[in-house]
């Protein structure tokens, strides 16, 4: 199955089997005459034979029959195409960027790959609009959606740990501010990655407000997930990683969990074209084109040919 062919609701081929059946069974167990052999009396039906008034039915018919509903079924699985205009509707997907900046990783000596793998996810989205949100004790969007690849890179290698000048790690506020993004920019279904070393997730009250956010940009229709940033040189007063913090977040806002050596989970989930995405957040009907009612349609056809007259 491509990226640019589906089927909707799959589950009705489990039908066929049962049609096959049936079939079969009409096929070797039915009368010629049907219930008509046990309705009517041997020496009576004997009688209208040899008049020539009783005529078996064809078996054609039920074959005609099966085939109209593996039709039917084969409509109602939904087979569908990708509209081609859905990757012009630029609010429809989005993907946000959310990068720790705190001195936790700044100074944890793997920003530069933190970044280059921001970049590799900007890459990763396509032709959706890329945002970059970075965050220390507060977040500041720092690139608006957009799709110029090029600027996005420059903005990322430039930052550093003298971008944010508030001191701690705040992801609930980045939540936040990448769900109000989202709104503003009124689209429908969005992922936001947080790149973080889970700094500021010991804390019980940052901890509850970052799952809220979490669950509240789940709600909204958007998925969170979250990399994590090992930090290998970590100042001795700074915060140990927290990779099972951020695993519980990307679960709670309804997406993948990766890190900077592992980052497959995510980058996957942010490359998935608009119409998938889309089928997924429930707007099936913006992304795809359901062809299954002209299949469906097409069973007219064998029981039309079931009404002709014979001679």
Same mark, same amino acid.
């Not at 069974?25 to 040899?50: K, N, S, T």
């Given at each position: 199955?491509? &990226? ?9 081929? %489990? ?16 009368? !010629?005459? *049907? ?5 009517? &009396? !041997? ?16 078996? #054609? ?13 084969? @409509? ?15 609010? =429809? ?5 959310? %990068? ?11 920003? *530069? &790959? ?30 608006? +959606? ?5 600027? =996005? #890179? ?6 550093? @740990?003298?971008?944010?000048?508030d001191r701690g790690s705040h992801p609930?506020?980045? %939540? ?16 936001? /990655? ?37 930090? +290998?040189? $970590? ?8 990779g099972s913090g951020l695993s519980r ?15 497959? +989970? ?5 490359? &998935?074209? /608009?119409?998938?995405? $889309? ?13 299954g009612r002209w299949l469906a349609g ?5 029981? %039309?040919?079931?009404?002709?007259? #014979?001679?």
């Amino acid at each position: 199955m491509t &990226e640019a062919f589906t089927l909707l609701r799959p589950w009705w081929l %489990l039908a066929l089997p049962l049609l096959g059946l049936l079939a079969w069974r009409a096929a070797h167990r039915a009368a !010629p005459l *049907g219930d008509w052999m046990r309705a009517v &009396e !041997p020496h009576l039906m004997a009688a209208l034979q040899a008049r020539g008034a009783v005529r078996p039915g064809r078996r #054609s018919g039920q074959a005609l029959l099966v085939l109209a509903a593996i039709l039917v079924a084969l @409509g109602l699985a939904g087979p569908a195409r990708e509209r081609r205009d859905v990757a012009g509707f630029r609010n =429809l997907d989005a993907a946000i960027i959310a %990068l720790d900046l705190s001195r936790s990783v700044a100074e944890g000596g793997r920003l *530069g &790959e933190a970044r280059a793998l921001a970049q590799g996810m900007a890459e990763a989205a396509g032709t959706k609009a890329v945002a970059v949100i970075a965050y220390a004790g507060d977040a500041y969007l720092v690139a608006t +959606p957009t799709t110029d690849r090029d600027s =996005l #890179s420059t903005i990322l290698f430039a930052l550093d @740990g003298a971008t944010v000048p508030d001191r701690g790690s705040h992801p609930a506020r980045a %939540l936040a501010l990448a769900r109000r993004t989202l709104a503003e920019g009124a689209v429908v279904t969005g992922d936001v /990655v947080l790149v973080s070393d889970g700094g500021g997730l010991d804390e019980a009250n940052s901890r509850e407000a970052t799952s809220r956010e979490a669950a509240a940009l789940r709600e909204e229709g958007h998925r969170l997930h979250t990399v994590l940033v090992p930090g +290998p040189a $970590l100042p001795p007063e700074a915060p140990r990683p927290d990779g099972s913090g951020l695993s519980r977040l990307a679960s709670l806002g309804g997406g993948a969990a990766g890190s900077l050596d592992a980052p497959g +989970p995510v980058l996957a989930a942010v490359s &998935e074209t /608009v119409a998938r995405h $889309l089928a997924e957040g429930g707007y099936t009907v913006l992304a795809w084109q359901d062809l299954g009612r002209w299949l469906a349609g097409l069973a007219l056809v064998p029981v %039309l040919l079931l009404f002709r007259r #014979s001679a």
